[in-house]
């Protein structure tokens, strides 16, 4: 379990004894204790009976500083030079004064703190917030039925699933609505729309925006400008924001229905943005198999289907 310092990073060892130290060794030796590398720890001041260790790294393991006093005091005065009394004791302001814990009520706190980490967590990763795409949405032409299938469908499985707002055809406006969603604590983030191969489709591209690494495989290829089709085909994109999944499927409602039950398995398994999306584009690939045997689909078609030509993005 990681704590944040807060920029509360100074030590302070007193009363303690000190005659011709090495204060690099000192600062080595605390550094083992807390399990940081060497370079994360240095003295920054002794004076007259105290000395100040700073720690130089933003944010520490909680189980390698709770109730570690004892030790920091043995690494230090094994150090040549160090004197440690029975009355040197261990300060800190913020987290670090956690060091000073007596042990067994530190290990307490710990596991209580673990244990509501992990109820935190699981809460945040079960809020959910849907979202609609596409200016036939916004302008009322076309009836949102994918959103309210969602709710029902996570809701079902425990999730706290809501409806987000309808976003526009842009980039940077869902980008920034990715952003702030999951800055506002929801675990998993899904549009439906957006991901088709005319320009006006940028949810993808948003998606690009907030996670370089995300994956975003194809389950329909087009040649390349053919009618209204400027984009190489129909993907659909699994990626991450710090905590946040997000999954970006298909406008089209019997997509959506194709892909909801390897949605739900790969929630409940808590399968990796490559597994959700490769799995996902798999089974929505079968829509169109199905429909054309003759012309590929997926990762490797050159040209579009007429099952293809036939498909619209709409809800």
């Given at each position: ?36 590398n060497p370079a994360d720890v240095m003295v920054t001041d002794v ?101 309210p299938f969602l709710i029902a469908a996570l809701r079902s499985e ?158």
């Amino acid at each position: 379990m990681e704590y944040n310092l807060l920029e509360k990073t100074e030590i302070w060892i007193t009363p303690i004894k000190m005659k011709a130290v090495n204060l690099e060794r000192c600062a080595r030796a605390a550094a083992k204790v807390l399990a940081l590398n060497p370079a994360d720890v240095m003295v920054t001041d002794v004076l007259e009976n105290t000395m100040t260790l700073d720690v130089l790294v933003p944010t520490v393991e909680a189980e390698n500083i709770v109730g570690c006093e004892e030790e920091l005091l043995e690494a230090l005065g094994a150090v040549p030079g160090v004197c440690i009394t029975a009355e040197t004791r261990v300060h800190s302001q913020g987290i670090l004064g956690l060091i000073a814990l007596e042990k067994t009520a530190g290990k307490e706190m710990l596991e209580r703190s673990i244990e509501m980490s992990a109820e935190i967590k699981e809460r945040i990763r079960r809020r959910c917030l849907i979202f609609s795409s596409g200016s036939e949405i916004l302008a009322g032409q076309i009836r949102d039925t994918n959103t309210p299938f969602l709710i029902a469908a996570l809701r079902s499985e425990n999730y706290d699933a809501h409806k987000g707002p309808t976003l526009e055809d842009s980039k940077e406006a869902i980008a920034i609505a990715f952003r702030n969603s999951a800055e506002d604590g929801y675990g998993l983030l899904i549009t439906t729309g957006g991901v088709g191969a005319e320009n006006k489709d940028q949810t993808l591209e948003a998606l690009n925006q907030v996670d370089p690494n995300a994956h975003m495989p194809y389950i329909l290829k087009f040649q390349k400008g053919s009618g209204r089709h400027e984009k190489e085909g129909v993907r659909i994109g699994v990626g991450r924001l710090n905590h946040t999944l997000i999954v970006c499927l298909p406008g089209p409602h019997d997509e959506l229905q194709l892909a909801w039950p390897v949605l739900k398995k790969g929630l409940k398994d808590k399968w990796g943005k490559a597994t959700m999306a490769a799995s996902l584009a798999e089974k929505l690939r079968q829509k169109f198999l199905s429909r054309n045997d003759h012309h590929p689909v997926g990762e490797e078609a050159a040209h579009h289907s007429s099952a293809g030509n036939r498909r619209k993005e709409s809800i």
